[in-house]
């Protein structure tokens, strides 16, 4: 916008790829609303999967105790995709604050995520479930034992207020300095906004950026979609028959194959 607002007769000798610019952002502020979710009455659907599967024998004549010892781990995933925002060059997020019907259920999630302007972000984190228990099985039968967990995936769409105002500068060149061509500028982040409405040369969709004269300051609303999936419950199932009835239900299938498990990470 800026180039497209403020280009000289000098600058139109050169194409846009031709001209180096960089912004200096550090006297403009930012601020932000928090972030409103809006989902449609849907009941919740949780999932269940088996994490850990194992079987206990007895073919003696008394009862025998077994340790079930177990950890595995899944992925929590936050999803964010921007349907209308801007990007910054340099470093600049939004803070989602997760709902709370989330952070009620969803065991370790960070009550706020850092999420870069405008750019869609998915953010990963392990979780971690164990079990530790006494299983006790009858003479002459077999007992077969299941860590479950339940996940829940929520889905909503998201809007958030953006205002900034200030002062913002730019350095020109050309990128390969032949001529020596150089220039620095300078403008209220407002007025520069207000001459490229005024234009049409904002760059921008109808209704995106609106200028309030007298506070001198640039409102937006960012809006989008998330979609996230955590767990909220384990539990571990018991079930015990005698050898013969369970030889003809019980079959040697392979243990379920399990996501590989990645440190916190995110991924943009």
């Not at 952070?103 to 530790?132: C, K, N, P």
């Not at 020109?172 to 409405?197: C, H, Q």
Request: proline fraction near 3%.
């Amino acid at each position: 916008m800026w180039e497209l607002s403020k280009r000289s007769r000098e600058e139109s000798k050169y194409r846009r790829e031709e001209l180096d610019i960089k912004l200096n952002w550090k006297r403009v502020n930012f601020w932000q609303s928090e972030a409103t979710f809006t989902r449609s009455a849907q009941l919740r659907m949780p999932k269940s999967q088996i994490l850990f599967k194992t079987h206990f024998s007895n073919n003696t004549d008394r009862e025998q105790e077994y340790s079930l010892r177990a950890q595995r781990s899944t992925i929590t995933t936050l999803n964010f995709i921007f349907m209308r925002g801007f990007t910054k060059e340099k470093e600049g997020c939004v803070t989602f604050k997760l709902p709370n019907e989330v952070l009620e259920i969803g065991g370790g999630l960070r009550h706020e995520q850092r999420v870069e302007y405008g750019r869609d972000s998915t953010f990963e984190t392990q979780m971690t479930w164990s079990a530790d228990s006494t299983i006790r099985v009858s003479p002459h039968s077999r007992a077969n034992a299941e860590l479950c967990i339940t996940e829940e995936e929520y889905s909503a769409d998201f809007s958030i207020e953006v205002r900034f105002s200030g002062r913002i500068s730019a350095m020109i060149s050309t990128r390969n300095n032949t001529g020596g061509y150089y220039k620095y500028m300078e403008g209220d982040l407002a007025t520069i906004f207000s001459d490229a409405l005024r234009s049409g040369n904002c760059g921008a969709s109808p209704g995106q950026f609106e200028v309030h004269e007298q506070t001198q300051t640039v409102r937006t609303m960012m809006l989008g979609k998330c979609a996230f999936r955590y767990g909220i419950e384990q539990h571990v199932n018991v079930e015990q028959g005698k050898l013969a009835d369970l030889s003809s239900t019980v079959t040697n299938e392979p243990p379920p194959k399990y996501r590989p498990v990645f440190t916190s990470h995110n991924i943009h």
